[in-house]
């Protein structure tokens, strides 16, 4: 009995996150599809791969034996492909991006790739919650639209600088706020573990020290609703005001904040073949977004 390429896939994705729900997301596919495909690759093989337990679900034997095996036929299989592809003269190039991207620059860099590489693959992966890298840290990514500092040996492009802002109920709306006025307030912390960009946008280094408390969220959609229910407050880059504007919120500019970085990244020990198109696409796109006004139109420098 052989197993599908995609069921294998399916596997890896739940094993990796540890639930239906996060890895359908990633998957792009229905947690209900998931579940069930899952379920019969457990009833073709005739062998149990998961058991739920607090923290989610957990890989029995017969998972933890076969998880190797699926990430290496997975990875010998698209290897085989990418070879293919490079033969016809084409490619994949994986780029990752965490939430905001590159703002509005983020399809102009990707357009003017295309354009320079009209037969190369680009695949986007939107990054899970935890992974600031936005799959640089995994492997998952060969180049990666991110917001630093981030922990880890990566290389940078800087595309542009951008303002901090505390994110508030609406009530609490203001043309400024100082970090003292927010010292009793818990604030939403990034559950992975990257601590340099967790302590950057828990703002740290205003406050001289960690908040006293903190809340964990699973996804930038819950980090906003919890704001808007005075659960917690949240720091994030001023792009989000304009992303992702809701009635009930306030992006408030925050005194004495050193400005978040918009970059390019990727792992020079794994640079990819297309690395230098990429740049070219990414340096384009910020001259011309300097020379259009963009730069004053959203505050970057």
């Known amino acids: 009995m052989l197993l599908e390429t995609r069921e294998l896939r399916y596997f890896v994705a739940v094993a990796d996150a540890g639930r239906f729900t996060y890895a359908a997301a990633q998957l792009h596919i229905a947690q209900q599809s998931l579940s069930a495909a899952i379920a019969q690759m ?26 190797p095996s699926a990430r ?11 070879d293919a592809r490079r033969a ?10 965490a939430v905001l991207a590159a703002s509005e620059l983020t399809t102009p860099i990707l357009a003017r790739l ?13 990054a899970d919650y935890d992974d600031p890298s936005a799959g640089l840290a995994k492997g998952a990514t060969d180049v990666a639209l991110v917001r630093r500092p981030l922990a880890g040996a ?3 492009e800087d595309l542009f600088h951008e303002p901090r802002v505390a994110v508030l109920p609406r009530a609490r709306a203001a043309r400024r706020v100082g970090i003292a006025e927010l010292a009793e307030d818990a604030v939403i912390a990034d559950p992975g573990p990257d601590a340099v960009w967790r302590a950057f946008y828990t ?17 930038f959609d819950e980090e906003l609703a919890t704001v808007a229910l005075g659960r917690a407050i949240a720091f994030t880059s001023a792009a989000a005001a304009r992303l992702y504007p809701r009635p009930e919120l306030a992006y408030v500019p925050l005194a004495g904040a050193a400005p978040c970085t918009v970059a390019l990244a990727w ?35």
């Not at 062998?47 to 739920?52: A, H, K, Q, S, T």
């Not at 295309?114 to 939107?126: D, F, W």
């Open 88 to 97: 016809a003269g084409g490619g994949t190039l994986r780029v990752g991006y």
């Open 203 to 219: 703002a740290d280094d205003v406050r001289g020290g960690p908040p006293k408390r903190t809340v964990t969220v699973a996804s």
């Open 267 to 301: 792992d020079p020990a794994r640079a990819p073949r297309r690395l230098e198109s990429v740049l070219a696409a990414a340096r384009g796109a910020r001259d011309r977004a300097r020379a259009d006004g963009s730069f004053e139109r959203y505050g970057w420098s």
């Open 42 to 67: 457990e009833r073709r093989l005739g062998v149990e791969l998961f058991e739920r337990d607090r923290q989610g679900l957990k890989l029995t034997a017969g998972g933890e034996a076969l998880l």
């Open 154 to 156: 990566f290389a940078f």
């Open 114 to 126: 295309q354009s320079a590489e009209p037969r190369l693959e680009i695949r986007l992966r939107l």
């Open 72 to 82: 290496e036929i997975l990875e010998r299989t698209e290897a085989a492909a990418e």
